[in-house]
């Protein structure tokens, strides 16, 4: 597929205002983390074709559609100032211009897709966002990224929008400020136990979002089969009834076997894999922007990064039938199942 980068239009948003959130001495996110993202797009097969977009700080509006103005005002007040939120996230004085140009970033990113002016989009964001609640910074994540994005996309009549988040840690704040919606469709694949200790799989949503807040936790260890029989039992029938019209990857990479904050066992073609399987299942409809969240291991970053932007060019290989997985996976995979029929047709 030679001439398939010059049909596939990749937009990426990787501001050297992300270098700027400097982590204290020791802590995971730190700022060789955005280097190495970036060598993972360069490397890609669209990494040479990609149309960078230029971020801007998001507006307190677009803030405020998925955080408490509060909150927004308390964020971008430590504008130039250094401390922390709670015990793990950190603000250094270019953190809250680098979270606001983050969000920002996801809804250029937003923009691009919804105008037609690329297929798929990429944000190498520093701080991530998926632990961001309404009015709390949680996990490393001051604003909601991918939340902000996708009450942007809302707002320009978007009916139906997939956010799948595959890092390792649950995305609590995400999973709060959409629960009760059905406009939006969020799934999460993490580690239990591992924190935020939230994502049980009984946890559906509420409300007229009852069915549409989609758990699978999974013990640790999972590799690229237990991935895959999640994707294949549970994932893609899900994803083909909503049928999104917009999608967000959660993009985290902690879930791979070097990851020090993670204890699963995927690699880049576990990566690689679960980027052709939403392909499949978004069919014609195939707009998604990655947005990077976790990932701690610099070489399995730079590489998980190459792995998920070449799938989007590169057609998926056969594979084998998935091998029997462990008791206590099929467990996790058979509750999770339990937990969403009601909602889906599973068969």
């Not at 130039?80 to 953190?95: H, K, L, N």
């Not at 996990?139 to 809302?154: D, S």
């Not at 200790?197 to 260890?221: Q, Y």
Request: hydrophobic share 40%; charged share 20%; aromatic share 8%.
């Amino acid at each position: 597929m030679v001439d398939q980068p010059e049909k596939t239009r990749l937009c990426a948003v990787d501001d050297a205002a992300f270098e700027q959130h400097v982590s204290p001495a020791g802590h995971p996110e730190r700022v060789e983390r955005f280097a190495a993202a970036r060598r993972g797009l360069e490397a890609a097969t669209l990494g040479a074709h990609a149309e960078h977009l230029a971020p801007r700080g998001a507006t307190l509006d677009e803030l405020s559609r998925a955080h408490d103005p509060d909150y927004v005002a308390q964020v971008l007040e430590m504008s130039g100032r250094s401390g922390y939120f709670d015990a793990d996230t950190f603000c250094s004085p270019g953190s809250a211009e680098a979270a606001r140009r983050a969000s920002g970033g996801a809804v250029a990113l937003t923009d691009a897709l919804l105008d037609g002016r690329a297929d798929f989009g990429v944000g190498l964001f520093r701080p991530p966002g998926h632990h961001a609640r309404p009015a709390q910074a949680m996990g490393f994540c001051l604003f909601n990224h991918v939340a902000v994005a996708a009450r942007h996309a809302l707002s320009r009549d978007v009916k139906r929008v997939l956010i799948l988040d595959w890092d390792v840690h649950h995305g609590n704040g995400t999973e709060e400020i959409f629960e009760d919606d059905p406009r939006v469709l969020y799934i999460s694949l993490h580690q239990s136990p591992q924190y935020p200790g939230t994502g049980a799989t009984g946890d559906i949503g509420r409300g007229a979002g009852a069915g549409f807040n989609v758990n699978v936790p999974l013990s640790p260890g999972a590799d690229n089969s237990v991935y895959r029989a999640a994707f294949e039992r549970l994932l893609l029938p899900i994803i083909e009834q909503f049928s999104p019209e917009l999608s967000y990857v959660s993009a985290g990479y902690d879930a791979h076997y070097k990851d020090p904050l993670g204890g699963m066992n995927l690699d880049e073609a576990g990566y690689a894999y679960m980027t052709h399987a939403i392909l499949r299942a978004l069919k014609q409809n195939r707009k998604t922007a990655f947005v990077l969240e976790g990932g701690y291991d610099l070489s399995a970053l730079t590489g998980s990064v190459k792995a998920t932007l070449d799938a989007l060019v590169t057609p998926a290989e056969p594979l084998p039938p998935i091998p029997a997985i462990s008791s206590r996976h099929e467990g996790d995979l058979e509750r999770a199942v339990r937990a969403q029929t009601p909602f889906w047709h599973l068969a």
